[in-house]
């Protein structure tokens, strides 16, 4: 399995069985660009086929060299891991596996959000997203005698699934090295992003292969890392809301100071996201609807 001499830079091997193509679509959102993930052990799987960009299709195909694909699956529907799902799928008559589209395992909280026309922020869903196949969590797949296991992680999207292969753990954006996850409502929720973290930091995987961003070695480290600063915000913004009832954006200036005006819509949905998490947990209270505008208080 090779790729063509121009294109060589954007292939490494994580491991004998596994290779990963750096997909072209470098930004802050998506670091150096989309990882998707081949792996062979005499079959091929694909993970994540990323952007619908010419250049990564004909590196993907490259590397399959004509061989029959068992899998395409995917770890969530954002824009930046599923459109080229579609365009690969049917070259390869291949199904794509995932756990739903995009509006599948959202909360109800989340659900209704959505019907009062609140929209995602800039992390681009993919509203189109079929799967061919719907993957349950725990679900196991045989690739020549051996296993990939999906593992439901809710939280960066309902839909994110990781999958575990040998002691692997193909963690997309739900766990990554460079950055903290983002956690952006509607279709990111808080209480299931942390509720995942706590089901994954109890394996014991020797590796994270993530969506973006090199390979993780200390996956309980980094785990628990991100565990821990989602708890350290959660503090922050609880002993903010003590001075008095406050809106999402109200709390974010008062967190983030110094907040760079180009992010506070993002800094805001973040603290929306805590918002909602201590709500579910009966830690505040919205003083009317949910919504980024209602005041909140402590629940004494
Ligand atoms: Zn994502």
Redesign the pocket.
Known sequence: MSLKHSNKARLTKPTEKISCILAPNPSPMTFKGTNTYIIDNGELAVIDPGPAIDEHFSNILDLVGGRQVKYIFLT?S?V??SPLSKKLSKTLNTPIYAFGGSNSGLSSTMLSLIENGYDSGF?GIDYEFCPDRVITNNEKFNLNGEYISAIHTPG??GNHVCFQYDKILFS??HIMGWATS?VSPPYGDLTQFMNSCRVLQKENFKMLLP?HGDPVSGPKERITFLINHRLERERQIKSTIEIGPLTAMEITYLVYNDIDPALINAATRNVFAHLIDLNNRRKIKFLGPISENTKVSLNL
């Open positions: 969530h954002h930046d891991h992390e960066h999207m997309g954006d983002m969506g």
